[in-house]
């Protein structure tokens, strides 16, 4: 892997994950430890998988804690955090990566429930732990960014409204995370090659993902979007809180 960010830009820095056992999230997390940070790797059933990245970024001379964690469960992200305070005694970075909708067998609302309560609770959660200078980072897509002006494919519609509706109700706290001095920064980037929603909606959709490829010119696979979202812990605050990665013409941007 590259190493978007400079050597000892986040040491000292404590960056927590959501959903980093794998994909996107584990991928951003090797980036941040390559940094210099000492990493939280969040998961939910995957911990075999979150014990061996953080073997693999313990290596790199950072300290890192692995929490299971249900981020629909209010106690289990209290948990979490509790555990990130007595780790680490405070937390720099917030990477609100963690999303779904397309699994089968969850309940009706299960989409709005991660993609929106979940990020707002996992926010509030963190928010005791972040001084001034810290950041968080949303991560969304542009089918859900643009979702209000842009139609995107009806089996990905009600997750793409789920998580504009989460990044709405998080857009809604930067006066007072400003006020804390905490930055906040939306990243949202096209249809990502190789992550678990894209083979999920090339299944309920077969060939959706290259008449995506084709229309926008190229997709960004995981490690090349996974840099993006860590450039953005350390970046200048666009205006709009919004890093757009990849094609937008056809969004209307």
């Known amino acids: 892997m590259s190493q978007p960010l400079p050597s000892g830009s986040l040491t000292g820095k404590t960056a927590l994950v959501t959903g980093s056992s794998r994909g996107i999230g584990a991928d951003t997390a090797r980036y941040l430890a390559q940094a210099g940070a000492n990493v939280v790797i969040n998961f939910r059933n995957k911990a075999p998988r979150a014990e061996k ?41 917030l990477v609100l990566n963690a999303s779904g909708g397309m699994e089968g067998g969850m309940a009706a609302d299960y989409a709005l429930t991660l993609n929106r309560d979940a990020q707002v609770g996992v926010l509030e959660a963190a928010l005791p732990l972040m001084a001034a200078g810290s950041r968080v980072v949303f991560v969304t897509s542009h089918q859900a960014h643009f979702i209000e002006t842009t139609p995107t494919m009806p089996e990905y519609e009600p997750v793409a409204r789920s998580k504009r509706a989460g990044e709405d109700a998080l857009r809604a706290r930067i006066p007072a995370l400003t006020d804390a001095g905490v930055e906040f920064v939306v990243v949202s980037g096209d249809m990502i090659e190789g992550t678990i929603t894209a083979t ?49 013409s056809s969004f209307g941007a």
């Not at 106690?75 to 970075?93: H, I, K, N, P, W």
């Not at 490829?213 to 995981?222: D, I, M, P, T």
């Open 53 to 93: 990245l953080a073997t693999e970024l313990r290596e790199l001379g950072v300290q890192v804690l692995t929490v299971g964690a249900d981020l629909t469960d209010a106690a289990s992200v209290q948990a979490m955090f509790q555990s990130v305070g007595e780790t680490f005694g405070s937390l720099d970075v």
């Open 200 to 248: 999920l909606l090339e299944r309920a959709n077969p060939g959706a993902i290259e008449a995506r490829r084709e229309s926008a010119g190229k997709l960004y696979n995981v490690s090349e979007f996974a840099a993006e979202v860590a450039l953005a812990t350390i970046e200048p605050v666009p205006a709009d809180n919004t890093k757009l990665i990849g094609d937008v």
